[in-house]
């Protein structure tokens, strides 16, 4: 069942960005001739109205890649907000499926969405600057050789960040879900007590991870300098394996706990009315 959950997310987010991702695409490649064109010829051969014209369409560019970023995040509050507490809240919760399994759909279209969004603004930079085929194909192997001068770490490292970010990005899709939620509990203005959810539970996190973290370096203080260089002789990718692994373990720990009481909150205290 939450394979046709998926499919029905999926063609709403297909309707959405029908048209956005081509355009951003479209723009990056006009900018490639008009944009990329004045870097090559100095910007004095084509005059002053194509220079306006190249700024203007440089701009369009960007307004698009902004719109793209918004209308992605808007999407996620909306896939959300509308599908499981709004109209078609009525419909999904009746359907005969477990209600984490429509929190992981909308999770999952919605860190699709954003994935896809990042990916075609990256490969529309790379379509406007104009880097030489010979270069990019360059690019690869020289990238790989110098990851592999490294050893395992070279490697290790990239993935650990991406994994990061992943983490990261499922964290902020549940800290927004489990704001609505909680707004929605309300009778009245459930939108305005959704955004203040939503900075409670910031500060709260933001509140409990400092604490944490100054508490733990003043009761061990100078046992954690001596336990981590001297002992273990920790060195510079030690450092960062440790550090990325913990903020890792963190933003898990916290996307776990919005998880739990999104789900709580749908499965027990839903108040579609």
Known sequence: MLGKLLKYDFRSMGKQFAFVWPAVLVLALVNRFTFG???????????LPGQLATGLTFLVYWAVILATMVLTLVFIIQRFFKGLLGDEGYLMHTLPVKTWQLIVSKLICGMTACI??????????????????????????????AL????????LAP????????????QCCLHLYLAMAIGHLFGKNRIVMSVVA???INFVVSFLFSSAFFSFVSLLGEQVTELVYDRMEMSVWGVWH??????ILGSAAAAAVYFFFTERILRRRLNLE
């Not at 592999?148 to 490697?155: E, I, L, W």
């Not at 993935?159 to 499922?170: A, G, N, P, R, T």
């Not at 440790?242 to 903020?247: C, E, F, K």
């Open 37 to 47: 064109g004045l870097f090559r010829e100095g910007g004095a051969d084509i005059g």
């Open 116 to 145: 896809i969004s990042v990916l075609v603004a990256l490969l529309s930079v790379l379509i406007i600057i104009p880097v030489p085929t010979a270069d990019l194909l360059d690019f690869w192997p020289e990238l790989f050789r």
């Open 148 to 155: 592999g001068s490294q050893g395992v770490n070279g490697f």
């Open 159 to 170: 993935l650990e960040l991406l994994l990061l970010i992943l983490v990261s990005l499922v």
């Open 198 to 200: 939503f900075l409670a």
């Open 242 to 247: 440790s550090a990325v692994g913990l903020m």
